[in-house]
């Protein structure tokens, strides 16, 4: 063998070393990345939950009709008139589990929107992040290839230029 072939196979094995060097640090990177994305958006979640509970009242404001009812209720029982009093009564309350019933309902689906709306833009953002990273790694081993290329290339034309030499290649940086 050669010292042409023995100086190329060298360039060739130490570029490539350090190219597999500079994918894995890139690699180590975009799992950092990651890493701080998820962490961030588990902390977006959270801040949310939060929010939503400090902000959405826990019991439902009453309606016109039920303070109705129970000011019936209250004017029929001062009047003494305890059998219709206790139909308001019982009128009311029936009305107060519904509206009761459909406030819990309509505050667990402005939550849920609000989290599925968050959740949604959190996989847009991993889904953006995940062809960033493709692409960072697509471009480097694009680099690399290139970096290769030219080292065979040069290779090639001091051997065709210079058979019997034994001229050192140069690496262009």
């Keep these: 063998m050669s010292q042409k072939d023995h100086d190329y196979k060298a360039a060739v094995s130490e570029e490539r070393k350090k190219w597999k ?16 994305l998820i962490q961030r ?3 977006e979640m959270e801040a949310l939950r939060e929010k939503l509970e400090s902000s959405l009242p826990t019991n439902p404001k009453p309606s016109s009709e039920l303070l109705k009812l129970r000011l019936m209720k209250e004017t029929l029982a001062k009047q ?11 009128e009311e309350q029936k009305l107060a589990e519904e ?17 599925t709306q968050l959740m949604q833009r959190h996989a847009r953002e991993r889904e953006a992040h995940k062809k960033r990273k493709e ?13 290769i290329q030219y080292i065979e ?11 019997k030499g034994s001229t050192m290649l140069t690496n262009k940086s």
């Excluded at 640090?25 to 975009?30: A, D, I, N």
């Excluded at 003494?80 to 019982?90: Q, R």
């Excluded at 406030?103 to 989290?115: A, S, V």
């Excluded at 290339?153 to 001091?158: G, L, P």
């Design 21 to 36: 060097q500079k994918i894995a640090e890139l690699k180590m990177h975009l799992v950092t990345i990651e890493v701080e």
């Design 99 to 115: 509206e009761d019933k459909q406030w819990k309902l309509d505050r667990t689906k402005k939550i849920i929107i609000q989290e």
């Design 41 to 43: 958006q588990k902390k």
């Design 153 to 163: 290339k040069n290779y090639k034309r001091n051997k065709v230029q210079n058979p």
């Design 135 to 147: 692409l960072a790694l697509l471009e480097l081993k694009k680099e690399k290839s290139k970096k």
């Design 80 to 90: 003494k008139n305890y059998i219709e009093a206790m139909k308001a009564k019982e």
